[in-house]
């Protein structure tokens, strides 16, 4: 693109930040081609030989600030190779890698993901995480809050719990209860114009201004669930002062127990990348005999009811989950007793994570709406337990008797994937794992049910390839 197809008061506003001669250099750069970035799995790639694999078939480089981080060739299209189906890598705007690697997450901690969708960032975070804690991932937008669920279940990721709420809603949940917070807050966009032309269009200095309310009102319900000692980044893909540098000012003049730690920009003349603002605030460890014992809150009548609240799981389906675990000799590390809490909702069973910190149940979850309630197990129908795809993808594809590994490039891959059924041995029966091979491993892609030597598929209709 052309920076003759930037508003002039965008432009205006670039020069008055950065003086004339760095101001244009920055304008100038919307005459280069934008870059790709992709983002590797740690859940579920740990060999050296699969993410060579990964270098070699998209011609990966290096992102300088994110370790699992890499550009792509425009030309090469991991988003469309079954290895993006079976969660190896995040396709993500290269630039938006560094507010996750500042918040720096750590295994055990308790999370929350605030403004989440498409899952970029909560990815990047349940990675850090490996396993362990608890990960909270919300977004208010109904149909984001789908795509969001999606990503968390592609990656394979366990211990996260995916919810549609207000801010408000959750701050009255979740007083002063999380070691971190990720904001990456709803902005003006200026750093998606060169990938998005309606960005440009949307953008004024009226919208700028719509948008600074609107992140001061997310940051006070933010700052509200950090506990004592906790950590919060705030990030935008937008370039101007008013909804970063001034919106932290304000921060620190009125939550004096919050402090700046750190404070990075990636602006698309400088490095390989869009463009991102993160500022990452901590809250003093006494803050909390100060801020009094508001944990006392959640007993408040704002919960609500709800609905769609789980019940205990009945007898049968836990006995019906534990004899297909233990048929099916599925390789499911944290799902004994200690590693999360069996929740039946309907006919579905999740595994709602544990955490040390955070006593989750349904009452405190109650009143809002929760796309994934932590990890999908399967469903119970007509007495016999249904694996979820989600459990697939959450499963590591080591017993040979439970799993079909193909090729990428197989005719028996593509049939799968176009939700066909295919071939294969006649000594497989029952329930198998579908998954591609990359290095010296293999990568589920979801189930199918063998008989006759032929493979029923069960891939969900809505990730099949067209033809």
């Not at 917070?181 to 269009?201: V, Y």
């Amino acid at each position: 693109m052309s920076d003759r197809s930037l508003p002039a008061n965008f432009k205006e506003q670039i020069i008055q930040m950065l003086g004339q001669v760095e101001g244009s250099a920055f304008l100038n750069s919307y005459e280069q081609p934008r870059t790709y970035g992709l983002r590797i799995n740690q859940l579920k790639l740990k060999t050296d030989a699969a993410i060579d694999e990964l270098i070699q078939a998209f011609k990966l480089r290096p992102i300088p600030w994110c370790s699992t981080g890499y550009y792509y060739e425009e030309d090469t299209r991991p988003g469309k190779h079954p290895y993006h189906m079976a969660g190896l890598y995040y396709i993500q705007e290269p630039s938006a890698m560094s507010a996750v690697e500042l918040l720096d997450p750590q295994p055990g901690e308790t999370i929350l993901d605030l403004a989440a969708a498409p899952g970029g960032k909560t990815t990047q975070i349940a990675a850090k995480m490996n396993g362990q804690g608890l990960l909270i991932s919300n977004e208010i937008h109904p149909q984001r809050a789908k795509i969001l669920a999606e990503n968390v279940e592609r990656m394979g990721i366990r211990g996260a719990i995916v919810t549609q709420a207000t801010p408000p809603e959750l701050s009255a949940r979740f007083p002063l209860t999380f070691d971190r917070i990720m904001l990456d807050a709803p902005c003006s966009g200026e750093g998606m114009f060169r990938k998005d032309s309606s960005a440009i269009e949307e953008w004024s200095p009226a919208a700028v201004a719509l948008c600074a309310n609107r992140q001061w009102d997310i940051l006070q319900d933010a700052i509200a669930m950090l506990k004592p000692g906790g950590t919060l980044a705030y990030s935008t893909c937008t370039f101007n002062r008013t909804e970063n540098e001034e919106m932290i000012a304000r921060v620190l003049t009125e939550y004096p127990e919050m402090h700046l730690k750190a404070e990075k920009r990636v602006w698309p003349h400088l490095q390989q990348g869009e463009g991102h603002y993160v500022a990452v605030l901590e809250r003093d460890q006494q803050a909390g005999a100060a801020l009094g014992s508001i944990n006392e809150a959640r007993a408040d009548k704002k919960r609500g009811k709800s609905s769609r609240a789980g019940r205990g799981s009945s007898k049968e389906l836990l006995s019906a989950w534990e004899a297909f675990t233990t048929w099916a000799k599925l390789d499911l590390p944290g799902f004994q007793a200690d590693g999360g809490i069996p929740v039946l909702f309907g006919e579905a069973l999740y595994l709602l994570p544990r955490s040390d910190q955070l006593a989750v149940d349904m009452e405190l979850l109650s009143g809002i709406k929760v796309p994934r309630a932590g990890l999908h197990l399967g469903d119970y129908r007509k007495n016999r337990f249904v694996p979820a795809h989600a459990l697939a993808m959450a499963a590591e594809a080591e017993d040979e008797t439970r799993v079909v590994a193909l090729e990428s490039f197989s005719p028996e891959l593509a049939a799968y994937l176009h939700g066909e059924t295919f071939s294969v041995s006649t000594e497989l029966r029952g329930w198998v794992i579908v998954a591609v091979k990359c290095g010296s491993g293999s990568y589920p892609l979801g189930w199918g049910k063998a008989s006759g030597g032929q493979l029923k598929n069960h891939l969900p209709k809505g990730l099949r390839l067209m033809h």
